[in-house]
């Protein structure tokens, strides 16, 4: 079996970022599960560069890499208007180039097409490729994420997401209905999709780390997440504006963690607030924490944050957003509030009331183990696949 995957990002293993865990992680099942032979086919930021594509090399058999600058990103949108522009910055004539190439030397049984970003090449797999069957993994449903910044933005801004909003619920629903299977990472997202024929729902891949609670003095919490995204960016100064001056912070210390934060993050550093930027081994921080805290209010799909902080022990409190598509149950296996007022309260009691955060812990923990595996989805791929 030969399979062409097709990605925005390099994928990766343990890297804060969901979609590249994810990513890697459908790769390794492919690999080593269903024992097809695999090729990634994959656009890179400016920031990227070709050594990380090392440990995914080790479960593919070629890499084909093209990096977009700036400039690129913008000509790639001005030679396509009519698409949207989350798919015209990575819809590339390299790309194409290079997919017309493999059709001359290659028979791919699979194509899969990795983020909204790529549905766009369906058009030309299914010309070239007229055997192999093409798959989406629709790692968030985009549109739903434009429509929360509608809600979030006034003037010129909300202007154009409202215009951008139109076409890309046009654009993904037509695209995903001429694709053989669509596989969400959320039975919310199916849902969403459920006038589609073929979506299934997969399951998160999340990073559970060996390790056990060091003992340290005060009361911890964190933020974790890529924080070069938008979404993740604004969640931190929300909390920080509108939730941290509430919080009790006698022997309290707040950690942002995660690669790329923006200067304006970096300028929150102060006695209680720590900003790591990127770190090496996430373990060493989450076994110092006691608590979770994801304060989002953009972005669309399930928020692997919030399942490995309840994966690997840490009690969670989060808003709607930031639970969507987990269905754990708020007070018993974890925190949801939208109140920044509530939100407030809810960690001051929490640091105060180590039973309840014990509780919350171990709730938190058997909900993952009983809804979320390697296993699940391997077993879903090999019912489609094999």
């Given at each position: 079996?030969?399979?062409?995957?097709?990605?925005?990002?390099?994928?990766?293993?343990?890297?804060?970022?969901?979609?590249?865990?994810?990513?890697?992680?459908?790769?390794?099942?492919l690999r080593e599960e269903l024992k097809s032979k695999v090729?990634?086919?994959?656009?890179?930021?400016?920031?990227?560069?070709?050594?990380?594509?090392?440990?995914?090399?080790?479960?593919?058999?070629?890499?084909?890499?093209?990096?977009?600058?700036?400039?690129?990103?913008?000509?790639?949108?001005?030679?396509?208007?009519?698409?949207?522009?989350?798919?015209?910055?990575?819809?590339?004539?390299?790309?194409?180039?290079?997919?017309?190439?493999?059709?001359?030397?290659?028979?791919?049984?699979?194509?899969?097409?990795?983020?909204?970003?790529?549905?766009?090449?369906?058009?030309?797999?299914?010309?070239?490729?007229?055997?192999?069957?093409?798959?989406?993994?629709?790692?968030?449903?985009?549109?739903?994420?434009?429509?929360r910044k509608i809600k979030n933005t006034s003037g010129i801004?909300?202007?154009?997401?409202?215009?951008?909003?139109?076409?890309?619920?046009?654009?993904?629903?037509?695209?995903?209905?001429?694709?053989?299977?669509?596989?969400?990472?959320?039975?919310?997202?199916?849902?969403?999709?459920?006038?589609?024929?073929?979506?299934?729902?997969?399951?998160?891949?999340?990073?559970?780390?060996?390790?056990?609670?060091?003992?340290?003095?005060?009361?911890?919490?964190?933020?974790?997440?890529?924080?070069?995204?938008?979404?993740?960016?604004?969640?931190?100064?929300?909390?920080?504006?509108?939730?941290?001056?509430?919080?009790?912070?006698?022997?309290?210390?707040?950690?942002?963690?995660?690669?790329?934060?923006?200067?304006?993050?970096?300028?929150?550093?102060?006695?209680?607030?720590?900003?790591?930027?990127?770190?090496?081994?996430?373990?060493?921080?989450?076994?110092?924490?006691?608590?979770?805290?994801?304060?989002?209010?953009?972005?669309?799909?399930?928020?692997?944050?919030?399942?490995?902080?309840?994966?690997?022990?840490?009690?969670?409190?989060?808003?709607?957003?930031?639970?969507?598509?987990?269905?754990?149950?708020?007070?018993?296996?974890?925190?949801?509030?939208?109140?920044?007022?509530?939100?407030?309260?809810?960690?001051?009691?929490?640091?105060?009331?180590?039973?309840?955060?014990?509780?919350?812990?171990?709730?938190?923990?058997?909900?993952?183990?009983?809804?979320?595996?390697?296993?699940?989805?391997?077993?879903?791929?090999?019912?489609?696949?094999?």
């Amino acid at each position: 079996m030969n399979t062409l995957f097709i990605s925005s990002f390099i994928p990766k293993s343990n890297a804060p970022q969901a979609g590249v865990n994810f990513s890697y992680n459908f790769i390794k099942i492919l690999r080593e599960e269903l024992k097809s032979k695999v090729d990634l086919l994959c656009t890179i930021n400016d920031g990227e560069n070709e050594n990380e594509a090392l440990e995914v090399s080790t479960i593919t058999d070629n890499q084909y890499l093209f990096k977009l600058s700036k400039k690129r990103k913008l000509f790639n949108v001005l030679k396509s208007p009519f698409i949207p522009s989350i798919a015209s910055v990575r819809y590339d004539s390299r790309v194409l180039q290079k997919i017309r190439s493999l059709a001359n030397t290659k028979k791919y049984d699979y194509v899969i097409l990795d983020y909204t970003q790529n549905l766009n090449y369906y058009k030309c797999i299914q010309k070239l490729f007229k055997d192999c069957r093409i798959i989406s993994l629709e790692q968030d449903v985009s549109f739903l994420g434009l429509d929360r910044k509608i809600k979030n933005t006034s003037g010129i801004k909300k202007m154009f997401y409202r215009f951008e909003y139109s076409r890309l619920k046009s654009y993904e629903l037509t695209a995903l209905k001429n694709i053989d299977k669509v596989y969400t990472v959320n039975e919310k997202d199916k849902e969403l999709l459920k006038d589609i024929i073929g979506v299934e729902a997969l399951y998160p891949f999340i990073n559970k780390w060996e390790m056990g609670q060091k003992k340290h003095e005060g009361f911890n919490l964190m933020f974790w997440g890529a924080m070069n995204r938008k979404e993740n960016e604004d969640a931190v100064m929300y909390f920080v504006k509108s939730i941290w001056e509430q919080v009790d912070k006698k022997n309290i210390k707040f950690f942002i963690i995660g690669a790329n934060p923006s200067d304006q993050i970096k300028k929150l550093e102060s006695e209680n607030i720590t900003v790591t930027g990127f770190v090496e081994d996430p373990a060493e921080y989450f076994q110092l924490m006691d608590l979770s805290i994801v304060p989002l209010r953009l972005g669309a799909g399930v928020k692997i944050k919030v399942l490995e902080s309840m994966a690997n022990g840490i009690p969670v409190i989060t808003t709607t957003i930031g639970a969507e598509g987990i269905y754990a149950k708020n007070e018993r296996d974890i925190i949801i509030t939208d109140n920044p007022k509530d939100f407030a309260y809810k960690i001051n009691n929490l640091k105060n009331d180590i039973t309840q955060r014990e509780t919350i812990k171990k709730n938190g923990m058997s909900f993952i183990n009983d809804n979320y595996g390697f296993e699940k989805n391997k077993q879903i791929l090999k019912d489609y696949i094999l």
